[in-house]
């Protein structure tokens, strides 16, 4: 018998999960970090931890430059009408490309 409820409306863990994916969809990168470090106070987890980045390009201008490429690849994309999963794809490798850059950027600040 079903009771005609979504199958994860019965897991709050992963009805918030699907919010937190729907809010990173729209942008919104910096109340999903703030939302889990909220749930994770009080507890010894550690949410945002940085995670070690491999492979930096030798500069911030050239990991700046790898950032404005990934990000016209997915406007290209996006402008071609290409299906959603690729667009996702694109931005995550846009995101991933961001925090190289960010890394490059905090290893040279201190120099």
């Not at 897991?11 to 703030?34: E, F, S, T, Y």
């Not at 995670?51 to 030798?58: H, K, N, S």
């Not at 490429?69 to 995101?95: G, N, Y």
Request: glycine share 4%; hydrophobic share 35%.
């Amino acid at each position: 018998m079903t009771t005609g409820k979504n199958e994860d409306a019965s897991d709050p863990v992963k009805a918030i999960r699907n919010m937190l994916w729907k809010l990173d969809d729209q942008g919104h990168v910096d109340i999903c970090r703030a939302a889990l470090n909220y749930m994770a106070s009080g507890t010894s987890v550690i949410c945002g931890e940085e995670q070690e980045i491999v492979e930096l390009r030798p500069t911030v201008s050239e990991e700046l430059l790898a950032d404005y490429r990934a990000v016209a690849m997915m406007q290209e994309a996006i402008e071609d009408h290409e299906h959603p999963d690729m667009v996702l794809s694109l931005k995550q490798e846009a995101i991933s490309e961001i925090e190289r850059t960010y890394a490059r950027y905090r290893k040279d600040f201190g120099k």
